[in-house]
């Protein structure tokens, strides 16, 4: 087991009574949480993909519930990991952009920081993670080993861009490699392994894998299929990084073939093992479609009927699929229109483990509507994004209303844009100036959403 700051520990042990007091009958489930890298709301063919299949992924929709309204901590890959292991939005998030330290990692969160993980871990979890960290490089006082029983990937967002690197970590060992292996279905054999290590204890395991991540990286039997339907883009270079991909189009209908399978494997062995009735599995994204490595997200329609692309706050930067699959506790074929986003994964999970969900967070837990009380389930009063590149934006959603802004690092900061979801699900009309009233209110939740940060300021205030 890792070792953990005392102080910390004295906080986080204290577990409900209910926890302790659970019966034979109603133990904690385990959890398994699967997070896929720049997967577009359209682009699991339960969410209407047309030119590939991800039938496994379907099956969970089928035999679980889907959600429509979900979204992205954030529109890129650290903040978004910070609001899913902290259970904040990314007004409050420590990590709101990809701030990189070199050679290797990112910027790492603070030593004491209360994590799920780390909430799990003191309720009796033995936890494990597998794929893409990107929230505290090799040995920082945030190495993903301070945070999980067992951590075997890519410690580096940077690293992760390369499908067969020259290494990989497992805890704070380098595991150095021939950079002929494909990363991919090593990891994922990382996460089967501990299933069945661990199978006769409650454990939560976290697959961030890096698919559909750039580079279009797949094992040729994987990408064949889709040369012979897609002949046309035979002659289009992908290049981001590793080796040049022919045909990148292929190659990501290839990937996301892969993670489907390795999705089916998830299901297979928790059924192999007994464990399914005894498991939630839940799928998500960590936001919308990328457009690098020679990707093309309008041929797949990946961001689905939304506007917008990673690193945008309009629907198609962080709307993202959401399924949870429960046999015998989540009805089979729902579908759930609540308004939730990743920083609500922390209180869900810790009532379903019966751990204590810290004070002060964003999100809200999801199990009423998961057990199908969707009379108990508490909404939230507004989403809120805020995202320090590209010019400097925010958004909020509230109700059926959204409000984007942008250019605030600018001199001439963007006038806030107001939609009505409901009927302008892709963002086109923007009624602003018609209802003065609600932007007002926009912009007064901006204000107080946005807890000042040493590291994450918009230039002229807030």
Request: aromatic residues 10%.
């Amino acid at each position: 087991m890792k070792t953990r700051p005392l102080f910390l520990l004295l906080t986080l042990w204290i577990v409900p009574l209910a926890a302790l007091a659970a019966t034979a009958d109603q133990p904690h489930p385990n959890i398994v949480y699967i997070l896929l890298d720049d997967a577009g709301y359209g682009d699991l063919s339960c969410y209407g993909q047309k030119k590939f299949e991800t039938p496994n992924i379907d099956r969970l929709a089928a035999e679980g519930m889907k959600f429509t309204q979900h979204y992205s901590g954030s529109t890129v890959c650290a903040p978004t990991r910070c609001c899913l292991m902290t259970g904040v939005h990314t007004g409050h998030a420590y990590v709101r952009g990809n701030r990189e330290i070199k050679p290797e990692g990112q910027a790492p969160m603070p030593a004491d920081i209360v994590t799920l993980p780390r909430l799990l871990s003191a309720a009796g979890y033995e936890t494990g993670a597998f794929g893409k960290w990107g929230l505290g490089g090799p040995g920082s006082a945030s190495d993903p080993a301070e945070h999980f029983d067992l951590f075997y990937g890519y410690n580096c967002q940077r690293e992760a861009h390369n499908y067969y690197p020259d290494h990989l970590w497992k805890n704070r060992q380098r595991v150095p490699l021939d950079g002929k292996a494909y990363t991919a279905t090593m990891i994922g054999d990382e996460g089967l392994d501990f299933i069945r290590e661990n199978k006769d204890l409650p454990f939560f395991a976290f697959f961030p894998v890096a698919i559909p991540h750039a580079a279009m990286h797949a094992p040729e039997s994987y990408i064949a299929p889709f040369r012979e339907k897609f002949p046309e883009f035979e002659n289009k270079i992908g290049k981001y990084a590793g080796p040049e991909v022919k045909n990148p189009i292929a190659a990501f209908a290839g990937m996301m073939t892969l993670v489907d399978e390795q999705v089916g494997q998830i299901i297979a062995l928790l059924k192999e093992l007994d464990l399914d009735e005894r498991t939630i599995v839940m799928l998500s994204s960590d936001n919308g479609p990328h457009r690098e490595g020679g990707h093309d997200p309008d041929f797949f329609d990946s961001n689905g009927p939304f506007r917008g692309y990673k690193r945008d706050l309009y629907e198609g930067g962080i709307r993202a699929p959401l399924i949870a699959r429960w046999p015998g506790k989540i009805s089979p074929g729902s579908t759930s229109d609540l308004i939730s986003a990743h920083w609500d994964m922390l209180p869900t999970f810790c009532e379903l483990a019966g751990a204590k969900t810290p004070d002060g967070i964003d999100g809200i837990s999801l199990v009423p509507t998961l057990l199908g009380d969707d009379d108990k389930q508490e909404p939230h009063e507004f989403m809120y994004w805020e995202f320090h590149e590209r010019g400097g934006k925010r958004a909020v959603r509230f109700g059926d209303w959204k409000a984007v802004q942008l250019n605030l690092n600018k001199k001439q900061r963007g006038e806030i844009e107001l939609y009505h979801l409901p009927s302008d699900r892709g963002e086109q009309k923007n009624v602003a100036a018609e209802h003065p009233e609600l932007v007002a209110k926009a912009k007064a939740i901006m204000l107080s959403a946005h807890q000042p940060s040493e590291h994450w300021k918009f230039k002229g205030g807030k």
